[in-house]
């Protein structure tokens, strides 16, 4: 970990429960190792959806996604003790990208094995595949 500076730990959230496994995986170490935890949610406008009109308003995509991030987050902190520090970030952006800029810096990236992705992560490849390829720091891959 780095020396003289806050230790970090980020970490990927959008609700599945692979993502749970990884934030529970995160504090937990961040226990361990005096570590902060970075939990990162991102959200994306749907391939399907088009300015004419989708299923769901912009804003609702953005909503659910704080939602998501925010319960989340409450449940599994509740679960995890001793308390660790978790900074909450929401961020427009593809998910895997969004990790990558984050950990920048990180001790750790914590990524669960399988999120939402199925038919879209195949198509553009597994958001814990392209961390685990191109991350500037160790990554943790949990399983479910």
């Known amino acids: 970990m780095n020396s003289g500076t806050q230790h970090r730990i980020v970490v990927g959230v959008d609700g599945s429960d692979s993502s749970k496994c990884a934030l529970r995986w995160a504090l ?61 970030e929401l961020t427009h952006g593809h998910a895997a990208q969004t990790l990558l800029d984050a950990s920048e810096g990180a001790d750790l990236l914590v990524v669960g094995s399988r999120g939402h992705g199925s038919f879209y992560g195949a198509l553009l490849g597994s958001v814990s595949q392209r961390c685990a390829q191109h991350a500037k720091c160790p990554v943790v891959i949990v399983r479910h």
């Open 28 to 88: 937990h170490q961040a226990a361990l190792s005096g570590a902060a935890v970075h939990a990162i949610t991102s959200w994306e406008f749907p391939a399907f959806y088009s300015w004419e009109g989708g299923p769901m308003p912009p804003d609702d995509f953005e909503e659910a996604a704080r939602k998501s991030l925010a319960d989340t987050v409450d449940e599994i902190e509740h679960e995890v003790s001793p308390a660790v520090p978790v900074q909450r």
